[in-house]
Protein backbone atom coordinates (compact mmCIF):
# COMPACT_ATOMS: atom_id res chain seq x y z
CA UNK A 1 0.00 0.00 0.00
CA UNK A 2 1.46 3.46 -0.90
CA UNK A 3 2.11 5.39 2.55
CA UNK A 4 -0.05 8.32 3.59
CA UNK A 5 1.46 11.23 4.91
CA UNK A 6 1.75 11.61 8.77
CA UNK A 7 -1.28 13.69 10.08
CA UNK A 8 -3.54 11.94 7.73
CA UNK A 9 -2.53 8.14 8.71
CA UNK A 10 -2.63 9.93 12.53
CA UNK A 11 -6.55 11.15 11.15
CA UNK A 12 -7.17 7.66 9.74
CA UNK A 13 -5.69 5.62 12.96
CA UNK A 14 -8.12 8.18 15.10
CA UNK A 15 -11.27 7.00 12.76
CA UNK A 16 -10.61 2.90 13.08
CA UNK A 17 -10.02 3.91 16.78
CA UNK A 18 -13.42 5.44 17.21
CA UNK A 19 -14.81 2.44 15.61
CA UNK A 20 -13.22 -0.15 18.03
CA UNK A 21 -13.57 1.30 21.08
CA UNK A 22 -10.46 3.15 21.02
CA UNK A 23 -8.55 0.73 19.97
CA UNK A 24 -6.40 -0.41 17.16
CA UNK A 25 -4.50 -3.61 15.94
CA UNK A 26 -0.79 -4.01 14.58
CA UNK A 27 -2.28 -5.57 11.02
CA UNK A 28 -4.46 -1.95 10.57
CA UNK A 29 -1.54 -0.10 11.31
CA UNK A 30 0.60 -1.72 8.43
CA UNK A 31 -2.56 -1.57 6.17
CA UNK A 32 -2.92 2.08 6.54
CA UNK A 33 1.13 2.31 5.22
CA UNK A 34 2.84 2.34 8.59
CA UNK A 35 6.47 0.59 8.87
CA UNK A 36 7.99 -0.55 12.17
CA UNK A 37 10.04 1.95 12.55
CA UNK A 38 6.75 4.63 12.00
CA UNK A 39 5.12 2.77 15.04
CA UNK A 40 7.67 2.64 17.31
CA UNK A 41 8.44 7.10 17.09
CA UNK A 42 4.43 6.98 17.82
CA UNK A 43 4.91 4.71 20.73
CA UNK A 44 7.54 7.32 21.68
CA UNK A 45 5.32 10.23 21.32
CA UNK A 46 2.61 8.44 23.22
CA UNK A 47 0.18 8.00 20.40
CA UNK A 48 0.06 4.05 20.77
CA UNK A 49 -0.12 2.49 23.74
CA UNK A 50 1.02 -1.28 23.48
CA UNK A 51 -1.74 -3.27 25.58
CA UNK A 52 -1.53 -6.82 24.48
CA UNK A 53 0.32 -8.34 21.75
CA UNK A 54 -0.76 -6.48 18.14
CA UNK A 55 -2.95 -3.80 19.75
CA UNK A 56 -2.89 -0.37 20.65
CA UNK A 57 -4.94 2.00 22.80
CA UNK A 58 -4.68 5.33 20.75
CA UNK A 59 -3.98 8.32 22.65
CA UNK A 60 -4.88 6.67 26.12
CA UNK A 61 -6.28 3.06 27.99
CA UNK A 62 -10.14 3.46 28.00
CA UNK A 63 -11.08 4.26 31.59
CA UNK A 64 -14.14 1.87 31.72
CA UNK A 65 -13.85 -2.18 32.11
CA UNK A 66 -15.74 -2.72 29.31
CA UNK A 67 -13.93 -0.77 26.51
CA UNK A 68 -10.74 -2.43 28.25
CA UNK A 69 -12.76 -5.82 27.74
CA UNK A 70 -13.12 -4.81 23.75
CA UNK A 71 -9.45 -4.75 23.81
CA UNK A 72 -8.89 -8.20 25.01
CA UNK A 73 -10.85 -9.40 22.35
CA UNK A 74 -9.10 -7.63 19.36
CA UNK A 75 -6.53 -9.34 20.86
CA UNK A 76 -7.65 -12.90 20.93
CA UNK A 77 -9.64 -12.36 17.29
CA UNK A 78 -12.95 -13.16 16.00
CA UNK A 79 -13.57 -16.46 17.67
CA UNK A 80 -12.90 -15.42 20.76
CA UNK A 81 -15.77 -14.08 24.06
CA UNK A 82 -15.45 -13.12 26.92
CA UNK A 83 -15.55 -16.03 29.85
CA UNK A 84 -15.68 -16.73 33.37
CA UNK A 85 -15.21 -14.07 35.66
CA UNK A 86 -15.18 -11.90 32.83
CA UNK A 87 -18.30 -13.10 31.50
CA UNK A 88 -19.92 -13.03 35.23
CA UNK A 89 -19.02 -9.52 35.28
CA UNK A 90 -20.58 -8.36 31.90
CA UNK A 91 -23.58 -10.04 32.48
CA UNK A 92 -23.88 -8.33 35.87
CA UNK A 93 -23.66 -10.84 38.28
CA UNK A 94 -20.62 -9.44 39.47
CA UNK A 95 -19.91 -6.23 41.78
CA UNK A 96 -16.14 -5.43 39.70
CA UNK A 97 -14.07 -6.19 36.77
CA UNK A 98 -11.23 -7.87 37.51
CA UNK A 99 -8.21 -7.79 35.26
CA UNK A 100 -6.58 -10.13 33.52
CA UNK A 101 -9.45 -10.93 31.73
CA UNK A 102 -11.16 -14.18 31.12
CA UNK A 103 -11.50 -14.88 27.48
CA UNK A 104 -12.58 -18.21 25.67
CA UNK A 105 -11.52 -18.71 21.91
CA UNK A 106 -12.54 -21.57 19.22
CA UNK A 107 -9.59 -23.80 18.35
CA UNK A 108 -6.48 -22.17 18.31
CA UNK A 109 -6.77 -18.25 18.03
CA UNK A 110 -3.90 -15.81 19.43
CA UNK A 111 -3.71 -16.09 23.24
CA UNK A 112 -1.73 -12.81 24.39
CA UNK A 113 0.00 -13.65 27.64
CA UNK A 114 -1.48 -10.39 28.93
CA UNK A 115 -5.28 -12.29 28.73
CA UNK A 116 -6.48 -15.53 30.69
CA UNK A 117 -7.26 -17.45 27.53
CA UNK A 118 -9.26 -20.63 27.80
CA UNK A 119 -9.42 -22.75 24.24
CA UNK A 120 -12.66 -24.82 23.75
CA UNK A 121 -13.59 -27.02 20.56
CA UNK A 122 -16.84 -27.55 21.34
CA UNK A 123 -18.57 -24.20 21.04
CA UNK A 124 -21.63 -23.40 19.39
CA UNK A 125 -23.41 -20.61 17.90
CA UNK A 126 -25.25 -20.69 20.86
CA UNK A 127 -22.89 -20.20 23.62
CA UNK A 128 -21.86 -16.49 22.67
CA UNK A 129 -24.09 -13.57 23.70
CA UNK A 130 -23.34 -9.74 22.03
CA UNK A 131 -24.16 -8.13 25.11
CA UNK A 132 -23.07 -4.50 25.70
CA UNK A 133 -21.10 -4.73 22.17
CA UNK A 134 -19.08 -7.85 23.50
CA UNK A 135 -19.13 -10.81 22.50
CA UNK A 136 -19.46 -13.24 26.11
CA UNK A 137 -20.24 -16.94 26.68
CA UNK A 138 -24.23 -17.66 27.27
CA UNK A 139 -25.72 -17.10 30.93
CA UNK A 140 -25.96 -20.51 30.79
CA UNK A 141 -22.50 -21.44 29.56
CA UNK A 142 -20.98 -18.54 32.50
CA UNK A 143 -23.12 -19.99 35.16
CA UNK A 144 -21.26 -23.72 34.01
CA UNK A 145 -18.09 -22.12 34.12
CA UNK A 146 -18.43 -19.82 37.36
CA UNK A 147 -20.12 -23.08 39.73
CA UNK A 148 -17.21 -24.76 40.70
CA UNK A 149 -15.71 -21.53 42.49
CA UNK A 150 -19.27 -19.46 43.75
CA UNK A 151 -20.43 -20.29 46.80
CA UNK A 152 -24.05 -22.11 46.82
CA UNK A 153 -25.96 -19.26 47.95
CA UNK A 154 -23.93 -16.87 44.76
CA UNK A 155 -24.66 -19.48 42.59
CA UNK A 156 -28.52 -19.92 43.10
CA UNK A 157 -28.52 -15.93 43.40
CA UNK A 158 -26.52 -15.50 39.91
CA UNK A 159 -29.19 -18.36 38.38
CA UNK A 160 -32.28 -16.52 39.77
CA UNK A 161 -31.43 -12.96 38.84
CA UNK A 162 -30.48 -14.20 35.41
CA UNK A 163 -33.76 -16.03 35.09
CA UNK A 164 -35.94 -13.22 36.64
CA UNK A 165 -34.30 -11.17 33.78
CA UNK A 166 -35.60 -14.06 31.04
CA UNK A 167 -31.69 -15.14 30.03
CA UNK A 168 -31.63 -17.78 30.85
CA UNK A 169 -33.82 -21.12 31.56
CA UNK A 170 -34.26 -24.64 32.63
CA UNK A 171 -33.48 -26.16 29.46
CA UNK A 172 -30.41 -23.82 28.47
CA UNK A 173 -28.89 -25.15 31.86
CA UNK A 174 -29.61 -28.80 31.27
CA UNK A 175 -28.45 -28.42 27.46
CA UNK A 176 -24.81 -27.18 28.55
CA UNK A 177 -24.47 -29.60 31.67
CA UNK A 178 -25.00 -32.21 28.90
CA UNK A 179 -22.75 -31.20 26.48
CA UNK A 180 -19.79 -30.46 29.17
CA UNK A 181 -20.30 -33.67 31.74
CA UNK A 182 -16.65 -33.64 32.27
CA UNK A 183 -16.44 -29.86 33.01
CA UNK A 184 -15.87 -29.11 37.10
CA UNK A 185 -19.22 -27.15 37.13
CA UNK A 186 -21.67 -30.08 35.48
CA UNK A 187 -22.03 -31.22 38.82
CA UNK A 188 -23.21 -28.36 40.68
CA UNK A 189 -24.90 -26.62 37.54
CA UNK A 190 -27.20 -30.53 37.75
CA UNK A 191 -27.72 -29.84 41.48
CA UNK A 192 -29.74 -26.49 40.73
CA UNK A 193 -32.66 -28.18 38.05
CA UNK A 194 -34.90 -28.66 41.08
CA UNK A 195 -34.68 -24.89 41.56
CA UNK A 196 -35.00 -24.11 37.88
CA UNK A 197 -38.29 -25.72 37.51
CA UNK A 198 -40.15 -23.39 40.08
CA UNK A 199 -40.37 -19.55 40.38
CA UNK A 200 -37.05 -17.63 40.81
CA UNK A 201 -36.63 -16.62 44.09
CA UNK A 202 -36.98 -12.61 44.16
CA UNK A 203 -34.46 -11.75 46.57
CA UNK A 204 -31.70 -13.47 49.42
CA UNK A 205 -33.95 -13.54 51.99
CA UNK A 206 -36.39 -15.92 49.82
CA UNK A 207 -33.24 -18.22 48.91
CA UNK A 208 -32.60 -18.18 52.45
CA UNK A 209 -35.98 -19.05 53.40
CA UNK A 210 -36.30 -22.50 51.41
CA UNK A 211 -33.95 -24.26 53.10
CA UNK A 212 -34.63 -22.54 56.77
CA UNK A 213 -38.17 -23.57 56.03
CA UNK A 214 -37.15 -27.53 55.57
CA UNK A 215 -34.96 -27.79 58.58
CA UNK A 216 -37.47 -26.34 60.64
CA UNK A 217 -40.65 -28.09 59.07
CA UNK A 218 -42.59 -25.12 58.45
CA UNK A 219 -45.23 -25.62 56.08
CA UNK A 220 -48.12 -23.58 54.35
CA UNK A 221 -45.74 -20.80 53.14
CA UNK A 222 -45.48 -19.65 49.19
CA UNK A 223 -43.01 -17.54 47.52
CA UNK A 224 -43.62 -14.83 44.81
CA UNK A 225 -47.32 -14.34 45.70
CA UNK A 226 -49.00 -10.89 45.63
CA UNK A 227 -50.77 -9.48 49.04
CA UNK A 228 -54.25 -8.57 47.81
CA UNK A 229 -55.06 -4.73 47.68
CA UNK A 230 -57.56 -5.00 50.67
CA UNK A 231 -55.22 -6.97 52.68
CA UNK A 232 -52.54 -4.42 51.57
CA UNK A 233 -54.65 -1.43 52.80
CA UNK A 234 -55.84 -3.31 56.01
CA UNK A 235 -52.24 -3.97 57.33
CA UNK A 236 -51.09 -0.55 56.43
CA UNK A 237 -53.51 1.27 58.77
CA UNK A 238 -52.59 -0.62 62.02
CA UNK A 239 -51.15 0.66 64.55
CA UNK A 240 -48.35 -1.12 66.10
Not at 191 to 200: C, D, K, R, Y
Request: charged share 25%.
Amino acid sequence: MRRVGGTVVDRLIAALARQQSGYVLREQLFALGLTEDAIKHRIKRGLLIPVHRGVYAVGHVPADPKLRARGALLACGRRSALAYDSALSAWGLAPRWREPFEVIVAGCDRRPKTIRVHRSRCLLTRDIRVHYGLRVTSPALTVLHNAPKLTDRKLIRAVNELRMARRLTHEQLVDVADRFPRHPGARRVRSLFGLTTQEPDRSPFEEDWRPFARTYKLTGWRTNRHVSATASTSCSSRTY
